[in-house]
Structures are given as structure tokens and as C-alpha cells.
């Protein structure tokens, strides 16, 4: 044998030409399906905005009629104001509860991470319900509020604070846990005191965070349509006005015209928020060490007490809402019933509940591959740069579009003569589809964190090795990010079972989901009906959890072994 001839013998495969050529087609595959997805039905959204009841286009005319209005100051300052003080309280409590979990040694800290969940599991709706038996007029404690209506702001803003504060601790968790241990050390060298400490060392560290976390619970709020709906009583506010114009007067044109302006102010704050986020990334470098906290039994016994209180309040609502479940009439037969699961109303039932099954399942297993996939195109590949930059942009714009604007958006896509995709109004399609635009930028910002904790190394034995595109994904991709993957799949089929505002205008009496059913049996004055509605949507949701966290110990043991 020649001295030059290799013992063992190359690997013959497709050319690199080829990989470059599947990636391409995929990549112009996922701009033609965001163009339909995306700009099209927003395309047609603006040009409603701008026409009469019979198509013609009438140029500004419709947004110069809102804008004489009085009731558009009324709304979009209440929209302001409530958005505004729902972040202004939360933040605070968001920030002391994140700081106990990561900064503090206290007990429970499992228990008190679990509890943060609670509000994700609960529809909207149902929070708002069980505030009402709470401190309505006929609520258990409605002396707390001195008289004062629950339905309102007071309810709304309350209401907010319990829906959002989950999604501020994680924002804020994940800045403090950005801490470099050598400037604590330093500080405490210099003999620095702990409020000196914490301007000169925590304060810089976390700013980014906690401006992330009051835009996105801004936006979050200013945008939401569901919980106004059930506890905001005679509160105006953008989301609840293009509900009123759409379904109420079946006025498209103008709705449309209210969705582009709750659209620019979610757009800015949306842009604001991403520099934030951009900058807050930067605080971490290759050097810095990790902060282990040091134990205080003061400190760790309040925050370990704040802690509590807060988990014992979303345990209330939880409680709430389920004994609004079970008893007969409110308030005055409070025995116990399973009769409000029956559904006795025209036009709901349990079929609504295995409608948001059915929906949510297919939202998040079609949404975690198409999520996955892209993500993996866009951060792996290395052709068609141009494209891939601008893939990118397009799939972080769904979190800037209101879902009560991208559902109006989807309604009169789908209803114009002119498109052959008509066909799929009424369908559980066009739910689905809503649904995962809607969602699809933080499931794709999780799998491009993921995915950018691969070696490039991966990538080019697979090129030398003339692998397939496809083999390496499905072998080495996608068992190492199995964690990242599962977690997207969660956060979809979660995100889908409580969902309102996007399928609010897409759903017909066949396709009816369990969380918009609630909005129409509490309408009909069963409100013990619809927080048994809404407690079905609760526990498929802890059931679908408990199964993901079985799934996840065994899935991870298999395919990542080697990370332990």
C-alpha cells in the first residue's frame, strides 16, 4: 500500500453546493410564508384604515373622524395611564421577588420559582373573575377597598399586576443573575457599605433589565383585550374599541383605524425595549464569575417573608377561582356543585375546551418545528446573508403587533375576494396559524440562544465531511438543544390554551376556544360556569406541565448525559 494512501476511507456525500442550495430554498421558503404571514395581512390592515364601507379609498378621511373625537383622547389616555401605573407597581414587586431568588440564601427558593408560574396558568379572564369575588360588591373582602368599584381601573390594574408580574421576574432574574462576583469583592475590599454596594454594583448591573422588564409589561398592558373586557366595567381603552367597532358596529374601517394607532405606540415602546435588552447583554464578559450569595438571617428571614406573601396572594386568586368554580350561586348559595361543568348554554360546552386542546397541540407542535427550523437556518447557515438579516428582523416584528391588531389583520386577509386563501376562514387553520405568529419571537429568541451554544466546530466537520444539511440537524442539532426545544413546546401550548385577543375575530361556533367561551357564558350572567370554563384551561395546563417535566428529566438523561 502507498505511503499516501489513507488507512481508512473518505466519506463520500453531497457537495457543499448542495447544502448551500436546501438551506437557499428553505430561507426564501420562510420569507415567502412571513410575507403572507406577516405584511400582507398588515398591508391590508393600513388600507382598510384608509377606505369607506364599500372598499373606496378615502384617503385620511377615517383617521381625521376618530381624531375629532373626543372619546380617542379618553381611550388612549386611559390606555396610557393604566399601562403605566400597572408597570410602576409591579416592577418593585417583581424586583424584590427576583432578588430573593437570586440573591439571597432563604428557604423554598423550588417552591417560590415554581409559584411565579401560577399567573401563566390562569386565563386572564379567570384572574379577573375571582378578583371580582374577592372585592366585588359582593366580594369576601370588599371592605379593603373602602367602597370604591372593583369594576374600573382598580380591578384592571390589579388584574394586570397579577398577569404580568411572572413575565418581570423572569426578565429581572435574568439580569441580576448577570453579576460579576470580583466587583462585590471589590466593593467589599473598599470597605463599602451595602447601600453603597448596591448603587455602585447591583444598580448598573440590573438598570437594563428593569427597563426591559417596565416596556414589556407596558406594551403587554396597553395592548391586552381580555381582561378589560370582563372587569374594566365603563373603561374605555384602545383594545376594548376596536372590539366595540369590529364586533359591536361591524365597522372594519374604523377599527382598522384604531388598531394602526394602538400599533405605533406598541411599535416604539417595542424599539425601546430591544435597545434595552441589547445593552443589558453587554454587562457580562468572558472573565466575569458568577455571585454565589452568602447567608444573613435577617435579610434571608424578610425576603423569605415578602416572598411568601406574594406566592400566598397568587395562591387566593387560584383558591378564588376555583371555589368560584364549585359553588351554586354567588353569593348567596355557596354550596358545592359540579353542575357548573355541565355547560347547559347554547352555543358552549366541553367541546370549546377540546376545541383550545386540539388547537393548542397543533399550535405548539407544528410551531416548534417551523421556530426550530428557522432559527436554525438563520443562525447556522452561511448563505444568502442579506436574507437571513432580514428573516431576522421579520420574526422579532410579531411581539411588537398587538394580537387584538394582527387577529383584525388575519379577518380581512382571509375575507378578501381577492385571495385564494379565503377557504380558511372558519377553520382551525387559521387559528393555529394566528396563533403561532403571534408567539413566534420569544420561541425564536429561546432557540437562538440555544443554538449559539454550539460549537462552530460541529458545523465544519460537518462540511468536511460533505454531511448532509439534514442528517446533522436531526442527529446532532436537534439532541443538543433538545432542552431549548421542549421548553419552546411548553411555552406555545401554554401561550395557545389561554390565548384570546388574536383569535377573538377568526373563530366561528365550530372552532369557539375554552377561553373565549368564558368571555361568552360570564356575558350571560353564569359566572360560576365560566370559572369552571376557565378552570378547565387551568388544569390541562398543570397536567401538560407535569407531563413536560417527566418528559424533560427522561429526554435530557438520553440525549445529555454528557452536560452532567
Same mark, same amino acid.
Given at each position: 500500500m502507498s505511503a499516501t494512501t489513507s488507512r481508512h476511507p473518505r466519506v463520500v456525500g453531497p457537495p457543499r453546493e448542495s447544502n448551500d442550495w436546501i438551506a437557499s430554498s428553505l430561507l426564501y421558503f420562510y420569507g415567502a410564508a412571513i410575507l403572507l404571514a406577516i405584511f400582507i395581512p398588515m398591508a391590508m390592515l393600513l388600507a382598510r384604515s384608509a377606505q369607506d364601507g364599500k372598499g373606496v379609498f378615502i384617503g385620511l378621511s377615517n383617521y381625521q373622524k376618530y381624531f375629532s373625537s373626543p372619546a380617542l383622547f379618553d381611550s388612549f389616555s386611559n390606555s396610557f395611564l393604566i399601562a403605566l401605573a400597572s408597570a410602576a407597581i409591579v416592577i418593585p414587586i417583581a424586583f424584590l421577588y427576583a432578588y430573593g431568588l437570586s440573591r439571597t440564601c432563604m428557604r423554598w427558593k423550588g417552591l417560590f420559582k415554581a409559584g411565579i408560574f401560577l399567573p401563566l396558568l390562569i386565563p386572564g379572564l379567570l384572574k379577573a373573575i375571582a378578583l371580582i369575588y374577592l372585592f366585588g360588591n359582593q366580594g369576601i373582602f370588599k371592605e379593603v377597598l373602602f367602597g370604591a368599584p372593583i369594576y374600573g381601573s382598580i380591578g384592571v390594574i390589579t388584574a394586570f399586576?397579577?398577569?404580568?408580574? =411572572?413575565? !418581570? $421576574?423572569?426578565?429581572?432574574?435574568?439580569?441580576?443573575?448577570?453579576?460579576?462576583?470580583?466587583?462585590?469583592?471589590?466593593?467589599?475590599?473598599?470597605?463599602?457599605?451595602?447601600?453603597?454596594? *448596591?448603587?455602585?454594583?447591583?444598580?448598573?448591573?440590573?438598570?437594563?433589565?428593569?427597563?426591559?422588564?417596565?416596556? !414589556?409589561?407596558?406594551?403587554?398592558?396597553?395592548?391586552?383585550?381580555?381582561? =378589560?373586557?370582563?372587569?374594566?366595567?365603563? &373603561?374605555?381603552?384602545?383594545?376594548?374599541?376596536?372590539?366595540?367597532?369590529?364586533?359591536?358596529?361591524?365597522?372594519?374601517?374604523?377599527?382598522?383605524?384604531?388598531? $394602526?394607532?394602538?400599533?405605533?405606540?406598541?411599535?416604539?415602546?417595542?424599539?425601546?425595549?430591544?435597545?434595552?435588552?441589547?445593552?443589558?447583554?453587554?454587562?457580562?464578559?468572558?472573565?466575569?464569575?458568577? &455571585?454565589?450569595?452568602?447567608?444573613?438571617?435577617?435579610?434571608?428571614?424578610?425576603?423569605?417573608? *415578602?416572598?411568601? &406573601?406574594?406566592?400566598?396572594?397568587?395562591?387566593? $386568586?387560584?383558591?378564588? !377561582?376555583?371555589?368560584?368554580?364549585?359553588i351554586k350561586f354567588w353569593p348567596y348559595n355557596l354550596n358545592l356543585t359540579f353542575s357548573n361543568y355541565i355547560f347547559n348554554m347554547q352555543g358552549v360546552g366541553w367541546i370549546n375546551f377540546w376545541n383550545s386542546i386540539r388547537m393548542s397541540l397543533l399550535a405548539a407542535t407544528g410551531g416548534t418545528i417551523v421556530v426550530f427550523l428557522g432559527a436554525t437556518l438563520i443562525e447556522k447557515t452561511r448563505c444568502d446573508t442579506l436574507l437571513r438579516k432580514c428573516l431576522q428582523l421579520s420574526m422579532l416584528l410579531p411581539m411588537a403587533i398587538p394580537g387584538l391588531v394582527l387577529g383584525l389583520a388575519y379577518l380581512l386577509f382571509v375575507n378578501n375576494p381577492a385571495n385564494p386563501l379565503g377557504f380558511l376562514y372558519g377553520t382551525m387553520s387559521i387559528l393555529v396559524i394566528s396563533t403561532v405568529t403571534h408567539l413566534y419571537t420569544v420561541p425564536h429568541l429561546t432557540a437562538l440562544t440555544a443554538l449559539k451554544g454550539l460549537s462552530k466546530e460541529v458545523e465544519l466537520v460537518s462540511q468536511s465531511l460533505s454531511t448532509p444539511i439534514w442528517r446533522t440537524f436531526i442527529k446532532v442539532t436537534v439532541p443538543a438543544c433538545a432542552a431549548a426545544i421542549l421548553d419552546i413546546w411548553l411555552y406555545l401550548f401554554l401561550r395557545a390554551m389561554t390565548t384570546i385577543s388574536t383569535v377573538i375575530f377568526l373563530y366561528t361556533a365550530d372552532t369557539m376556544l375554552a377561553s373565549i367561551a368564558v368571555i361568552h357564558i360570564d356575558e350571560t350572567g353564569f359566572t360560576s360556569a365560566a370559572a369552571a370554563m376557565g378552570m378547565l384551561v387551568v388544569y390541562a395546563c398543570m397536567i401538560v406541565r407535569g407531563i413536560h417535566y417527566a418528559v424533560s428529566v427522561k429526554v435530557l438523561k438520553k440525549f445529555q448525559s454528557w452536560r452532567q
Amino acid at each position: 500500500m502507498s505511503a499516501t494512501t489513507s488507512r481508512h476511507p473518505r466519506v463520500v456525500g453531497p457537495p457543499r453546493e448542495s447544502n448551500d442550495w436546501i438551506a437557499s430554498s428553505l430561507l426564501y421558503f420562510y420569507g415567502a410564508a412571513i410575507l403572507l404571514a406577516i405584511f400582507i395581512p398588515m398591508a391590508m390592515l393600513l388600507a382598510r384604515s384608509a377606505q369607506d364601507g364599500k372598499g373606496v379609498f378615502i384617503g385620511l378621511s377615517n383617521y381625521q373622524k376618530y381624531f375629532s373625537s373626543p372619546a380617542l383622547f379618553d381611550s388612549f389616555s386611559n390606555s396610557f395611564l393604566i399601562a403605566l401605573a400597572s408597570a410602576a407597581i409591579v416592577i418593585p414587586i417583581a424586583f424584590l421577588y427576583a432578588y430573593g431568588l437570586s440573591r439571597t440564601c432563604m428557604r423554598w427558593k423550588g417552591l417560590f420559582k415554581a409559584g411565579i408560574f401560577l399567573p401563566l396558568l390562569i386565563p386572564g379572564l379567570l384572574k379577573a373573575i375571582a378578583l371580582i369575588y374577592l372585592f366585588g360588591n359582593q366580594g369576601i373582602f370588599k371592605e379593603v377597598l373602602f367602597g370604591a368599584p372593583i369594576y374600573g381601573s382598580i380591578g384592571v390594574i390589579t388584574a394586570f399586576v397579577l398577569w404580568t408580574f =411572572p413575565h !418581570a $421576574v423572569l426578565i429581572i432574574m435574568v439580569s441580576l443573575l448577570n453579576a460579576d462576583r470580583r466587583l462585590y469583592q471589590a466593593a467589599e475590599v473598599l470597605h463599602a457599605n451595602t447601600w453603597k454596594t *448596591f448603587l455602585t454594583v447591583t444598580w448598573p448591573a440590573c438598570r437594563y433589565g428593569l427597563i426591559t422588564a417596565f416596556l !414589556a409589561v407596558f406594551v403587554m398592558v396597553f395592548t391586552d383585550f381580555g381582561i =378589560p373586557k370582563v372587569i374594566g366595567g365603563d &373603561l374605555n381603552l384602545l383594545a376594548t374599541d376596536i372590539y366595540k367597532e369590529v364586533v359591536g358596529q361591524q365597522n372594519f374601517e374604523m377599527g382598522a383605524v384604531i388598531s $394602526v394607532v394602538l400599533l405605533l405606540p406598541a411599535i416604539i415602546v417595542f424599539v425601546l425595549e430591544r435597545i434595552a435588552a441589547g445593552k443589558q447583554a453587554l454587562q457580562m464578559t468572558g472573565r466575569s464569575l458568577p &455571585l454565589i450569595p452568602t447567608a444573613s438571617v435577617k435579610r434571608d428571614s424578610l425576603y423569605f417573608l *415578602f416572598c411568601a &406573601l406574594i406566592l400566598s396572594m397568587l395562591l387566593l $386568586v387560584l383558591g378564588m !377561582a376555583q371555589f368560584a368554580a364549585l359553588i351554586k350561586f354567588w353569593p348567596y348559595n355557596l354550596n358545592l356543585t359540579f353542575s357548573n361543568y355541565i355547560f347547559n348554554m347554547q352555543g358552549v360546552g366541553w367541546i370549546n375546551f377540546w376545541n383550545s386542546i386540539r388547537m393548542s397541540l397543533l399550535a405548539a407542535t407544528g410551531g416548534t418545528i417551523v421556530v426550530f427550523l428557522g432559527a436554525t437556518l438563520i443562525e447556522k447557515t452561511r448563505c444568502d446573508t442579506l436574507l437571513r438579516k432580514c428573516l431576522q428582523l421579520s420574526m422579532l416584528l410579531p411581539m411588537a403587533i398587538p394580537g387584538l391588531v394582527l387577529g383584525l389583520a388575519y379577518l380581512l386577509f382571509v375575507n378578501n375576494p381577492a385571495n385564494p386563501l379565503g377557504f380558511l376562514y372558519g377553520t382551525m387553520s387559521i387559528l393555529v396559524i394566528s396563533t403561532v405568529t403571534h408567539l413566534y419571537t420569544v420561541p425564536h429568541l429561546t432557540a437562538l440562544t440555544a443554538l449559539k451554544g454550539l460549537s462552530k466546530e460541529v458545523e465544519l466537520v460537518s462540511q468536511s465531511l460533505s454531511t448532509p444539511i439534514w442528517r446533522t440537524f436531526i442527529k446532532v442539532t436537534v439532541p443538543a438543544c433538545a432542552a431549548a426545544i421542549l421548553d419552546i413546546w411548553l411555552y406555545l401550548f401554554l401561550r395557545a390554551m389561554t390565548t384570546i385577543s388574536t383569535v377573538i375575530f377568526l373563530y366561528t361556533a365550530d372552532t369557539m376556544l375554552a377561553s373565549i367561551a368564558v368571555i361568552h357564558i360570564d356575558e350571560t350572567g353564569f359566572t360560576s360556569a365560566a370559572a369552571a370554563m376557565g378552570m378547565l384551561v387551568v388544569y390541562a395546563c398543570m397536567i401538560v406541565r407535569g407531563i413536560h417535566y417527566a418528559v424533560s428529566v427522561k429526554v435530557l438523561k438520553k440525549f445529555q448525559s454528557w452536560r452532567q
